[in-house]
């Protein structure tokens, strides 16, 4: 029996083999997308994973900031901050863009800081820390979609700056 | 607005999703299926939802989801293209007796499921007690016996 055969013309039926024909060739497609959706965000494309999960550090290697490239939004994520010596300040400050404060809702930082300065353009974070260096967590939200643009470093040396993709 | 957005990506996506996978996914109504469809409307609710628990927002949506469903329908009614391109279309799978094997592989469809659909609503027993089948938009198989 063809494909192309007509319904029985007794038989009161909406059929269209034409549109079947395209229907199912559109069922073929999605499947092939349904699949590389699924393999991107098991590769972490979609947001956390392997490909996502990355690392920039100052030129002279004193601050590294390990962060998500590829962020959800309302989802927590941690931006893990090392700072290795020498580090003679005492305490420990560490400041963040004011501007990548806006778009992240900052749930957590461990350890806590001993206090907070805010600065029109920065927020210094002050910390205790002995001479080996030290690496602070910085549990944070995005609040929505975009293209945020973060920058935080130690105050009065290096600085990094990096950019991460936030899906809706 | 967030809501009305977060509200009409949402059943366009789920409309999507359904229309490209096929007549026949969760429409067979096996526990498995059942459940899944739970998972997956608690995962839409979700994502519909974000972190808004309010009164307002819960209406914003459901006045989205209902508006664009109506609107939909309207849109059906005037043509019969968008009817076909929102539901689909019915496609007669067994004609005297016989499976169009063709079309029974590319709906995901065996005999089995014929003769299921037969013995529940005709208590027929053999498929050549079938004159027609049909799988209709709503993914059900609907059976004209001989």
């Given amino acids: ?168 | 607005m967030e809501s009305v957005i977060r509200g009409a990506a949402v059943y366009l996506f789920v409309w999507l999703i359904f229309r490209v996978s096929g007549k026949r996914t969760l429409s067979n109504a096996t526990t498995f299926d059942l459940v899944l469809l739970l998972i997956i409307s608690e995962t839409t609710q979700e994502a519909m939802i974000a972190d808004d628990n309010s009164m307002m927002n819960g209406l914003l949506i459901i006045v989205t989801l209902i508006g664009i469903d109506i609107a939909f329908s309207l849109w059906k009614q005037r043509s019969k293209a968008v009817e076909r391109l929102l539901d689909g279309a019915p496609l007669l799978i067994v004609e005297d007796g016989r499976l169009i094997p063709e079309r029974a592989i590319r709906s995901r469809i065996s005999e089995s499921d014929v003769m299921e659909a037969a013995r529940d609503k005709h208590g027929l027993e053999r498929l050549d007690q079938v004159k027609y089948a049909v799988l209709e938009v709503s993914g059900k198989i609907t059976v004209v016996p001989k």
């Fill in chain 1, 1 to 168: 029996m063809q494909i192309d055969d007509q319904p029985p013309a007794h038989l009161q039926i909406d059929q269209d083999l034409t549109h079947e024909e395209r229907q199912w060739k559109a069922e073929r497609i999605s499947r092939v997308i349904m699949l590389l959706i699924a393999t991107a965000g098991l590769l972490g494309l979609l947001g956390r994973g392997p490909l996502s999960y990355t690392s920039v550090r100052s030129a002279d290697g004193t601050i590294e900031v390990r962060y998500h490239r590829f962020e959800r939004a309302l989802a927590s994520s941690d931006l893990v901050v090392s700072v290795k010596p020498p580090t003679d300040q005492t305490p420990l400050a560490i400041w963040i863009d004011q501007e990548y404060l806006g778009t992240v809702k900052l749930e957590r930082i461990t350890p806590e800081p001993n206090w907070s300065e805010v600065h029109a353009d920065r927020v210094v974070l002050y910390f205790d820390a002995g001479p080996e260096g030290a690496v602070i967590s910085l549990r944070q939200q995005a609040l929505g979609p975009g293209l945020p643009q973060a920058q935080l470093g130690i105050e009065a040396g290096s600085s990094v700056s990096f950019r991460q993709i936030v899906y809706p």
